[in-house]
């Protein structure tokens, strides 16, 4: 079982990147996803999560109207849109699948990618 996280890089403030967690040997549209991120020095947070049918959606009040999170369950995928990007923003993402049913997110998380690092010049 196998999480990828990709779409990383270094972007101005402002500005936009995709991310995208891919699984191998899991399929996602079984469980609960989420995005963290960890910013050195930071704790790891929240960002953005999804249950598994798609229907609902959470995202910490840092992030929201600015990030997005879908998932594309026929390529076994979920994408997290980032827009309007602050130097706030830099950390390194991380996916994370849930065997969870609930619409709120859980407080486990089964699988974890590898992480991505996000980079936000001012």
């Known amino acids: 079982v196998q999480l990828q996280a990709s779409g990383g890089g270094l972007v101005q403030a402002g500005g936009s990147l995709r991310l995208s967690c891919a699984a191998s040997?899991?399929?996602?549209?079984?469980?609960?996803m989420g995005w963290f991120r960890q910013a050195p020095g930071k704790e790891r947070e929240l960002v953005a999560a999804i249950t598994w049918s798609g229907a609902n959606t959470y995202y910490a009040d840092s992030v929201k109207g600015r990030f997005t999170i879908s998932r594309d369950n026929a390529k076994n995928t979920v994408l997290l849109q980032m827009n309007s990007l602050n130097p706030e923003d830099t950390a390194v993402y991380y996916c994370?699948?849930?065997?969870?049913?609930?619409?709120?997110?859980?407080?486990?998380?089964?699988?974890w990618g590898q992480g991505t690092q996000v980079t936000v010049s001012s």
């Open positions: 040997g899991l399929t996602l549209s079984k469980y609960y």
């Open positions: 994370a699948a849930a065997a969870w049913l609930g619409t709120l997110p859980p407080e486990i998380y089964n699988y």
